[in-house]
């Protein structure tokens, strides 16, 4: 029998935090990124295994980074800004329209991905 060991990873852009596993799709604001590009998020705030084993969080994780692909950009759904000031027949009615980036995770690595810069 095999038992295989989910990893997760608490990774934090453009300042929330996001908790992933590898193969995971998740949304956040929009990166200046082509569809199919691959980027590296850090900082790594978490790490850990899906069954409650050992959780590593601080120094430890000084060089770790998330590995993305960019899926797609679109644009969240519509939400209505309405201002009102009572008995002064005052009225506005605004739509707004975040953009944002679908990214799908390809890995995590405790040690960085072995660049030229030691990283």
């Known amino acids: 029998m095999v038992v295989?060991?989910?990893?997760?990873?608490?990774?934090?852009?453009?300042g929330r935090q996001y908790k992933v596993s590898e193969q995971d799709?998740?949304?956040?604001?929009k990166?200046?990124?082509?569809?199919?590009?691959?980027?590296?998020?850090?900082p790594v705030v978490m790490m850990g295994d899906a069954s409650g084993g050992?959780?590593?969080?601080?120094?430890?994780?000084a060089k770790a980074c998330v590995s993305v692909r960019v899926i797609e950009h679109r644009r969240l759904p519509k939400l209505?800004?309405?201002?009102?000031k009572r008995r002064q027949?005052?009225?506005r009615r605004r739509g707004f329209r975040a953009e944002c980036t679908v990214l799908q995770v390809e890995g995590i690595h405790k040690q960085g991905l072995g660049g030229k810069d030691g990283s």
Do not use: P, Q
């Open 25 to 29: 799709h998740f949304v956040v604001d």
């Open 54 to 61: 050992e959780a590593l969080v601080g120094k430890a994780l």
């Open 80 to 84: 209505i800004v309405f201002k009102k």
């Open 89 to 91: 027949n005052y009225r």
């Open 4 to 14: 295989v060991v989910r990893m997760f990873a608490v990774v934090e852009t453009s």
């Open 31 to 42: 990166v200046d990124a082509e569809v199919g590009a691959r980027l590296v998020l850090a």
